[in-house]
């Protein structure tokens, strides 16, 4: 059985980095599409904020964290990364990694299209 565990979250002032790292277990996560969401405080639904797409390992970003927020990925580790810099406010979420074998691209960016859920790490970016 797929599983996923993050890490790396944590209070941080604005301005400020933070690396959440998923480790997957259960089964060779490589050819996988693997990624990252939030969901806020009061929010119902979880956000997209950057993934690897299934074939190519292309990354994807959402428009609010590009040029701030990295994704990357250790394959030989099964083990996804997200390095956040010049943290903000608006930042402050409980994030989850992702993991889907077959999500096509123009879905990447739907929560309820990905198969396999982490637990979620807080992140808290205080102003």
């Keep these: ?3 996923l565990v993050e890490s790396g979250g944590g209070l941080v002032q604005a301005g400020g980095s933070l690396r959440l790292s998923c480790a997957a277990s259960g089964r060779t996560f490589s050819n996988y599409a693997m990624g990252w969401f939030r969901q806020a405080p009061g929010k119902e639904e979880r956000e997209f ?3 690897f797409s299934r074939s190519g390992g292309a990354t994807h970003y959402a428009e609010s964290v590009k040029g701030r927020f ?7 580790k099964n083990t996804l990364f997200l390095q956040m810099n010049n943290l903000k406010p608006e930042d402050t979420a409980n994030y989850y990694c992702a993991a889907d074998r077959s999500i096509i691209l123009s879905a990447l960016r739907s929560a309820v299209q990905w198969d396999h859920w982490g637990q979620g790490t807080q992140v ?3 102003s």
């Design 1 to 3: 059985q797929a599983q």
């Design 49 to 51: 904020v950057a993934a």
């Design 70 to 76: 990295t994704i990357s990925r250790d394959n030989a």
């Design 124 to 126: 808290t970016v205080s």
